[in-house]
């Protein structure tokens, strides 16, 4: 570490070995320094540090085995505890006490959610919906949303990948890509957007069955996060799941349980469980499945199952081939412009000859 870089010397003992802290417990107290920066009172207690994800668990009281959340943003991670070890396909780790004392906790998630809507309003909405939200006094989102959620279930014939940002859980591949199938010239701006919110209600299903498949049981959903204000995605995600989802009650999930760690830390509860079930804020079964609306989404998820395996799990390599070929080229490119004296660049005032039929076309 001295010869990478001497401050680097003392740094696995002055900041790794130490002992590793239970969560809900007291990480120290708060110096007169530090309470000059922040303004609070010298001395109170500085909980065991956590993960945002994590901490949502006993917000929204669900640390009890066998209750999913789901923090759903621009990713979604998905934790639960569970009280046995267990090797799950795909997950993200678990880990003794990892959520709460007493269990072990359990991560999995989708690497792109909402950042996948987002790509799509920025880049493909186009520009006739996106008048027709503003003229609305709505998001793009909200009108693509409403819009698509008009027609009825299955009727816009596509099916989509959630892959645009690789696929975290379960094949663990960032290698893999999106994709959507069923586009035809009559496909609507609407019909896609939708197609890709179902997309990753797929997703979150196959991690969830992977979890039942292997003894660690999904009993319960619950959502939280910023994506949870869209009513027409949470119904859809309870068709898709046949669950019902219940709604963390509390528009700063993280923050809430980290107050809960902080006031354990303070003694003011025995523990996580107990501050939980004081502080946090749930609402259940805020949307049921449809019987209609699951039956199409089954034939639907089938084929994506069959698409999600033959393109992730080795039927066909083309998305990896893809971004090979990509990195490829891409590299070529920048070979080329390093190099001094290339004359195979075309210069920017060298005139480009087309062919006749291509004259033609264009003019």
């Known amino acids: 570490?001295?010869?990478?870089?001497?401050?680097?010397?003392?740094?696995?003992?002055?900041?790794?070995?130490?002992?590793?802290?239970?969560?809900?417990?007291?990480?120290?107290h708060l110096t007169a320094r530090a309470a000059a920066?922040?303004?609070?009172?010298?001395?109170?207690?500085?909980?065991?540090?956590?993960?945002d994800a994590h901490v949502t668990a006993p917000a929204a009281r669900a640390?009890?085995?066998?209750?999913?959340?789901?923090?759903?943003?621009?990713?979604?991670?998905?934790?639960?505890?569970?009280?046995?070890?267990?090797?799950?396909?795909?997950?993200?780790?678990?880990?003794?006490?990892?959520?709460?004392?007493?269990?072990?906790?359990?991560?999995?998630?989708?690497?792109?959610?909402?950042d996948i809507f987002a790509w799509f309003t920025r880049e493909l909405g186009g520009a006739e919906a996106r008048d027709a939200a503003d003229e609305a006094g709505v998001s793009l989102h909200e009108y693509l949303t409403a819009l698509g959620a008009m027609k009825p279930t299955g009727s816009h014939g596509l099916l989509a990948l959630d892959?645009?940002?690789?696929?975290?859980?379960?094949?663990?591949?960032?290698?893999?890509s999106g994709l959507i199938i069923g586009l035809t010239l009559q496909t609507p701006p609407e019909d896609v957007y939708r197609a890709l919110l179902e997309s990753t209600a797929f997703g979150t299903r196959k991690?969830?069955?992977?979890?039942?498949?292997?003894?660690?049981?999904?009993?319960?959903?619950?959502?939280?996060?910023?994506?949870?204000?869209?009513?027409?995605?949470?119904?859809?995600?309870?068709?898709?799941?046949?669950?019902?989802?219940?709604?963390?009650?509390?528009?700063?999930?993280?923050?809430?349980?980290s107050a809960i760690h902080a006031a354990v830390a303070a003694e003011?509860?025995?523990?996580?469980?107990?501050?939980?079930?004081?502080?946090?804020?749930?609402?259940?079964?805020v949307y049921v499945p449809d019987p209609a609306a699951s039956a199409i989404y089954d034939r639907l998820y089938a084929d994506y199952v069959t698409l999600h395996d033959y393109f992730g799990r080795g039927g066909n390599d083309v998305m990896h081939r893809l971004k090979a070929l990509r990195r490829e080229t891409l590299a070529d490119e920048v070979a080329r412009d390093a190099a001094p004296g290339d004359q195979s660049r075309i210069s920017d005032?060298?005139?480009?000859?087309?062919?006749?039929?291509?004259?033609?076309?264009?003019s």
Request: aromatic share 6%.
């Open 37 to 51: 920066w922040t303004g609070l009172p010298q001395g109170i207690a500085v909980a065991v540090g956590n993960v």
């Open 207 to 257: 991690i969830i069955e992977t979890f039942n498949e292997s003894g660690v049981p999904v009993r319960e959903f619950i959502a939280a996060g910023g994506l949870i204000k869209n009513r027409v995605l949470m119904q859809l995600y309870s068709d898709v799941l046949h669950m019902p989802i219940s709604i963390i009650d509390s528009e700063q999930g993280p923050a809430l349980g």
């Open 268 to 285: 003011a509860y025995q523990d996580v469980q107990q501050a939980s079930d004081h502080m946090g804020q749930l609402r259940e079964h």
């Open 63 to 114: 640390i009890a085995p066998g209750r999913m959340v789901a923090i759903m943003g621009t990713s979604t991670c998905h934790v639960m505890n569970h009280d046995e070890l267990r090797e799950v396909p795909g997950m993200c780790g678990v880990v003794d006490g990892g959520i709460t004392k007493g269990s072990f906790g359990y991560e999995a998630g989708q690497s792109g959610v909402g």
């Open 163 to 176: 892959w645009q940002s690789g696929n975290r859980s379960v094949l663990v591949d960032h290698e893999l």
């Open 349 to 362: 005032d060298a005139p480009v000859a087309t062919t006749g039929v291509m004259e033609g076309t264009l």
């Open 1 to 28: 570490m001295a010869a990478l870089n001497p401050a680097f010397e003392d740094f696995v003992d002055d900041k790794l070995d130490h002992p590793i802290g239970q969560l809900g417990d007291v990480a120290g």
